[in-house]
């Protein structure tokens, strides 16, 4: 009887999903909608569906599974990249909203790069293109078997079918509904994932005998949990901070901010994108506490996964809720699955017909770009499925590598790009390249990640692949050439432009 109010509670949820996906393909009518909504995102929209695709199932998984098994110690990574989330806001959103759209209006981040710095050669959209067609459609070929994972432990079903059914789903509303499909649901995944983290540690508190009750049993079966410091180093806290580095360069989160009904949108966003995260991430905090205070009054107890915790809000919410309620509450799992899923493959989707396949039928009409983009996304969901049948585990760790691979690579020239009148379009390609290169090879090599030995232990990639991405840029900005003054000029029109909007 639990597992079909289990499956009837994922059901609405599916279908939920589909609905909206029909609604947003109602409204979808050409390339430029269906790959950036028309330029009329509303903030709110914006920051919920930035929020869901950005934070995936490591905010009901991997990060009260950390805080579980660590403590607060794990904390450092949500702090970075809440800071992150929050400088991009203020500072990237609103000059990106106004420049892209000065710039050529362009649509994704590799066309941007190559209007805003004139590239006539067009290797520097190639090249961003490449990089994200390859990294993201493995990056949605992990989530998929995120996906299946989760079926196959939640309902004991085949992982095969769990991973065809979530992936399906996901490619179905994505296919038709485009960018406002992936948007739209994103909305709604972010508002069960944050009213999850919510209701659970809520619950708990009630069943634990209150909040003092609950914390301090949580204490009492972990006296470490509350030490920010406690078996972390120095380095490893510098890398998890780091992580909020990455969030000026993914392509699927800062491609909200280009969709803004205008620049002055961006305040309002960021209120609420960093409200969004902070009140996640608090519930995430007091989930783990949740269920160290439940295993402390009751030694009996013990979580599915014992080995990292990630099991700890799954557990909990089968333990204090009906199981239609609790199915309800597992759908948040498959919420941030699927909305991270659905972002990557539209801009992945994106980046292969407006980026590759447009430079070379550069006459493609508004309408047939439409149906372009929608065949993008069938092929990359294709190689994804394909790709996901038999999990790998190499296949998740390109997770973390694709954050920092991105972040190394586009974070320094979006900045700069945003920020500086003197970047050309050769430092920029060498820029975007050497962060990628050195992302890749530090992250792979343990030798090469304590910097031959002289560090004690790995230091996260993007430190070292961002910096050098950072100052090649700038350096081989400085001995070639100028930027044309066109580029200079629009650079100064739309600070102006934001300026006057505020």
């Not at 634990?208 to 490893?236: Q, R």
């Not at 519930?283 to 205070?293: C, D, E, Q």
């Amino acid at each position: 009887m639990d597992l079909t109010f289990k499956i009837i509670a994922v059901a609405i949820y599916f279908a939920a999903m589909l609905a909206i996906g029909f609604y947003a393909f109602r409204k979808t009518s050409d390339g430029e909608d269906y790959m950036l909504g028309g330029r009329s995102l509303h903030p709110f929209t914006a920051a919920l569906s930035a929020g869901a695709s950005d934070m995936s199932g490591w905010l009901m998984l991997g990060l009260p599974g950390a805080l579980y098994i660590s403590g607060l110690v794990s904390l450092w990574i949500a702090v970075g990249l809440t800071i992150g989330a929050a400088l991009n806001w203020i500072f990237v959103a609103p000059r990106l909203r106004q420049h892209t759209q000065i710039a050529g209006n362009s649509i994704t981040l590799p066309s941007f790069f190559e209007n805003r710095l004139r590239d006539r050669t067009h290797l520097l959209r190639i090249a961003a293109g490449i990089i994200i067609l390859v990294f993201f459609a493995f990056y949605v070929s992990s989530g998929m078997v995120s996906g299946g994972i989760f079926f196959e432990s939640t309902f004991g079903g085949s992982y095969q079918f769990g991973m065809l059914l979530v992936g399906s789903i996901t490619v179905l509303y994505t296919l038709f509904g485009g960018f406002l499909g992936a948007t739209y649901t994103d909305v709604v995944q972010g508002v069960i994932m944050m009213l999850s983290l919510i209701a659970v540690p809520v619950a708990a508190m009630v069943v634990t005998g209150g909040p003092a009750e609950m914390i301090s049993s949580a204490i009492e079966y972990n006296p470490s949990f509350g030490s920010l410091v406690e078996g972390a180093t120095f380095i490893a806290i510098i890398g998890n901070l780091a992580w909020g580095l990455g969030y000026f360069g993914q392509p699927h989160i800062i491609v909200r901010f280009m969709a803004l009904r205008s620049s002055r949108d961006a305040k309002y966003g960021a209120g609420v994108g960093i409200g969004w995260m902070i009140i996640c991430v608090i519930g995430a905090v007091f989930t783990a506490m949740a269920g160290l205070a439940y295993a402390q009054q009751n030694p009996g107890f013990s979580l599915t996964d014992q080995d990292n915790g990630e099991t700890v809000f799954l557990d909990m919410a089968q333990i204090l809720f009906h199981p239609l309620i609790a199915g309800l509450l597992l759908a948040a799992v498959l919420a941030a699955i699927m909305s991270t899923i659905s972002s990557q493959l539209i801009v992945t989707s994106s980046a292969l017909v407006e980026d590759l396949v447009g430079i070379v039928g550069k006459n493609i009409t508004p309408v047939a770009k439409l149906w372009w983009g929608r065949a993008g996304v069938l092929a990359v969901s294709i190689f994804a499925i394909i790709f996901a049948l038999n999990p790998d585990a190499s296949v998740l760790n390109l997770v973390g590598f694709a954050w920092a691979g991105f972040g190394a690579a586009f974070g320094p020239l979006v900045i700069l790009a945003l920020f500086w009148r003197g970047l050309t379009s050769i430092g920029a390609l060498v820029g975007m390249v050497s962060g990628a290169v050195i992302a890749f090879v530090w992250g792979q090599f343990e030798t090469v990640g304590t910097f031959f030995g002289v560090l004690p232990e790995p230091l996260y990639e993007i430190i070292p692949g961002f910096a050098v991405g950072l100052v090649l840029a700038v350096v081989v900005s400085l001995v070639t050439p100028k930027p044309p003054q066109e580029a200079i000029d629009e650079l100064d029109q739309s600070v102006e432009e934001i300026r006057a909007d505020v």
